[in-house]
């Protein structure tokens, strides 16, 4: 963590919670949120819940994001939802390139660029997810394969006036309780401001660049202080406000000691 830029605390619901328990999860971080005035917090629930979470945290400071988006803002995309539909939604923010939509739903590093592209045309603020496979980490690729995929929206990125993050999520970390410890996750996480410094200094600057994979909140505290980690994009234990909300109060007990 680091004093210039105020830690993100963000939930990937996945295919978890949309309906009513979602609404109900969403006024529990609502109501968390009111304990960690250091922090940013942000819920990413599926399209279906969207608008009434939108409801639910309106005149909070919880942050509202979807998992997707098109690149297209209309027309016969059959199964799609564009930009514009989640800003009338009530969403500020979008995940893109999360390593599942890689993995499974065909998302490539240019498919990525275009719909970090949209989204940023349409205000939408993306969190855009890099990471290598345990195989490229094995082969000793992690550095080459994670640089690669944010060198395929920096320049996009750099033109953007609205916030913007990066989550480093190693694919072997996801969903498996391994975790990359602290000096692992600093070094790609350093390495990625190093790479948009040489493009872009005040994106690099402010560019929230979080980590991601079997992050808890036993092992929160241990990564939120490394130098280059922002905060943290957590799925699993994001399901649940109580373990949302330790590692949202471990973040704060950082910012109280790194003061910006
Ligand atoms: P996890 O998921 O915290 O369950 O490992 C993180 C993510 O996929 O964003």
Known sequence: ?????????????????????????????????????????????????????????????????AQNVHEKDKGAYTGEISAAMLVDSGCTWVILGHSERRQMFGD???WVARKTAAALEAGLSPIVCVGETLEER???????????????VTEVLAKASLPVAIAYEPVWAIGTGKVAGPAEAEEVHAAIRAALAK???????????LYGGSLK????????????????????????????????????????????
Do not use: Y
């Open 1 to 65: 963590m680091n004093s210039k830029r105020t830690p993100l605390i963000a939930g990937n619901w996945k295919m978890h919670h949309g309906g009513a328990s979602g609404v109900t999860l969403a006024g529990e971080i609502v109501a968390l949120s009111r304990s960690v005035p250091h922090v940013e917090l942000l819920v990413a629930p599926p399209f279906t819940v969207l608008a009434a979470i939108a409801h639910e945290c309106d005149g909070s400071k919880v942050l509202l994001a």
């Open 108 to 110: 490539t590093d240019a």
């Open 138 to 152: 094995e082969q000793g690729k992690t550095l080459e394969v994670v640089l690669r995929q944010v060198a395929a």
């Open 199 to 209: 493009v872009a200094p005040a994106l690099a600057e402010k560019t929230r660049i």
């Open 217 to 260: 909140p036993d092992n929160a505290d241990a990564l939120l202080a490394c130098t280059n980690v922002d905060g943290g994009l957590i799925g699993g234990a994001s399901l649940d406000a109580s373990q949302f909300g330790a590692i949202a109060r471990a973040a704060e007990g950082l910012a109280i000691r790194f003061p910006s």
